[in-house]
């Protein structure tokens, strides 16, 4: 099932995550609508507090639109070892019509559950490293203009209170 997304300023996206304690059926169907979600959007990641829901699971696929689907399930994962240097621009699905060049790790570790509850570890570089920063930021309350300059953030508070106030 397609989920909306909650977009910023929802005082919900700012909320931290709690850590799933039993991979039930209830998470499974959270992953599929997830991944039926983040494909429908369409984008590269989805964390559950993006459509309201604060548990620790995320959903990215980085394949190419010409390859087949290569989605990554990550339940409760936590980055274990990072290094180097990456400047992209990126843009979030909570955060719509928005992107910027954001300073994170080139290259990550990244160790979480499956949906059989098997942990599994991922070295990541290039933009899944990206990816995984990005929606484990979520998981943690923080938004991808969390990263930007004071300068940088506040143009973007400005352009996303205009947008609000012309939607009324």
């Known amino acids: 099932m ?5 977009t910023y300023p929802n005082p919900a996206l700012k909320k931290k995550s709690a850590p799933v304690a039993v991979i ?10 997830m991944a039926e979600t983040m494909y429908d959007a369409p984008g590269v990641g989805l964390a559950a507090p993006q459509i309201g829901v604060h548990q620790r699971v995320i959903v990215i696929d980085v394949s190419a639109k010409d390859e087949p689907p290569e989605l990554i399930v990550a339940i409760n994962p936590v980055i274990t070892y990072s290094e ?3 400047f992209e621009e990126e843009g979030c699905l909570s955060v719509p019509h928005y992107a910027a060049n954001v ?5 990550v570790i990244v160790k979480a559950l499956d949906l059989e509850g098997v942990e599994r570890t991922w070295r990541a570089e290039d933009l899944l490293a990206i990816a995984f920063q990005h929606e484990i930021d979520h998981l ?9 300059s ?15 106030e012309e939607k009324q």
């Open 140 to 148: 943690e309350g923080i938004l991808f203009v969390d990263h930007l």
């Open 2 to 6: 397609i989920r909306e997304i909650l």
């Open 24 to 33: 039930s059926d209830a998470v499974r169907e959270l992953v599929r609508d």
């Open 84 to 86: 180097g240097e990456a």
């Open 103 to 107: 300073r994170r790790h080139a290259r």
């Open 150 to 164: 004071p300068l940088k953030r506040e143009l973007f508070i400005r352009k996303a209170r205009k947008a609000a």
